[in-house]
């Protein structure tokens, strides 16, 4: 079975500041897939940075970077230069290898910039 | 414009009362899920669909029921609704399998009274 951890239940960062979320997973599976979803307070889902177990390099979508330590089984989330519009939930979430096409979340951080 | 619709986005119902959420993808996507989100709980898979007549069991499917019979669509079904599945509840769809980027719908929010 495959588990996702976020310890942080809300975080507060001054605006322009870079800010990581942690996310640590467990899986029995040799190949997995990590996901990193933001949820504004409008409610959609929206899928920001994903960062497959074999990829050598940690992925990076503009102001969003995944910090990915195999070993530790961690896959952070890290922003720079963080914004107002930036205040929302973030979930990290996990697949399995092949066959495996269940997808499992974490609880969620919520995330809120101060001016 | 590429999306997942869901409908209906709000309902309120009835312990007992049959439902059905309808999901439908204009993206000719192979693979579809139902999660639902409960607060301090995250998202939880409930169904998911590999293709037409191919679903399978997510983390949470009890009390619920899905089909897939065209592949744009993807209801879920709740025969007997109960208190305990008020929930905000998402559909996704993803080109082919759990591994790429999946596509959210707007929600459900369901109270079940």
């Known amino acids: 079975a495959q588990k996702i951890t976020q310890t942080q239940p809300g975080m507060f960062v001054q605006e322009k500041e870079a800010v990581t979320l942690d996310c640590t997973y467990d899986?029995?599976?040799?190949?997995?897939?990590l996901f990193w979803y933001k949820q504004p307070s409008s409610g959609e889902m929206i899928f920001l940075i994903y960062?497959?177990?074999?990829?050598?390099q940690n992925a990076t979508e503009g102001r969003y970077s995944l910090n990915f330590q195999k070993a530790r089984k961690s896959a952070n989330l890290v922003i720079s230069a963080s914004q107002l519009g930036d205040s929302a939930m973030y979930f990290c979430?996990?697949?399995?290898?092949?066959?495996?096409?269940?997808?499992?979340f974490g609880t969620g951080t919520r995330l809120t910039i101060i001016p | 414009e590429a999306q997942v619709t869901q409908n209906p986005r709000y309902l309120i119902t009835v312990t007992g009362k049959k439902l059905t959420v309808t999901c439908s993808q204009n993206m000719n996507h192979e693979y579809m899920s139902w999660y639902r989100q409960d607060p301090g709980l995250g998202l939880r898979q409930i169904y998911y669909s590999m293709n037409v007549e191919v679903t399978d069991k997510g983390d949470v499917p009890e009390g619920y029921k899905v089909s897939r019979k065209e592949k744009r669509n993807f209801p879920l079904i709740l025969e007997s609704p109960s208190p305990n599945q008020t929930s905000l509840y998402f559909c996704a769809s993803a080109k082919q399998g759990v591994g790429e980027t999946q596509y959210f719908g707007p929600g459900t929010r369901l109270l079940v009274l």
């Open positions: 960062q497959g177990s074999y990829d050598q």
């Open positions: 979430a996990m697949n399995g290898d092949f066959g495996n096409e269940k997808l499992t």
């Open positions: 899986t029995s599976d040799p190949s997995y897939g």
